[in-house]
């Protein structure tokens, strides 16, 4: 089983920073892409970035700047820097995997914590 778990998200002011972790566990072969999804209320889940195992990065043009995507020594945990946070940047935030375990490579989601910024 594979479970990824994400911690860091809460209350901040417009113009603060909040630091995204996710950590996968479990019958873990390899992990190919991590990376941040979120949704607010009303919306389409939507990618924020991504990282690839080799370190290659992709942002959605909303967050370009202001977020950056890391990946930890380990390979097994994902960061997601948030500056200069708007209001619109107000979602529950998902981490995603692209992991290979023993039946084939499968995407998982973490459970999602929530991230609000007010004005």
């Known amino acids: 089983q594979v479970q990824l778990v994400e911690s860091g998200g809460g209350l901040v002011q417009a113009g603060g920073s909040l630091r995204l972790s996710c950590v996968a566990s479990g019958n873990i072969f390899n992990i190919n892409f991590m990376g941040w999804y979120r949704q607010a209320p009303g919306k389409q889940r939507e990618l924020v970035a991504r990282i690839s195992n080799g370190g290659r990065t992709s942002y959605a043009d909303s967050v370009k700047g202001r977020f950056t995507i890391s990946r930890g020594n380990a390979k097994n945990t994902v960061y997601l820097q948030m500056n200069s946070l708007k209001p619109e940047d107000t979602a529950v935030y998902y981490c995603?995997?692209?992991?290979?375990?023993?039946?084939?490579?499968?995407?998982?989601w973490g459970q999602g914590t929530q991230v609000t910024v007010s004005s």
């Open positions: 995603n995997a692209d992991i290979g375990v023993l039946s084939g490579r499968k995407d998982y």
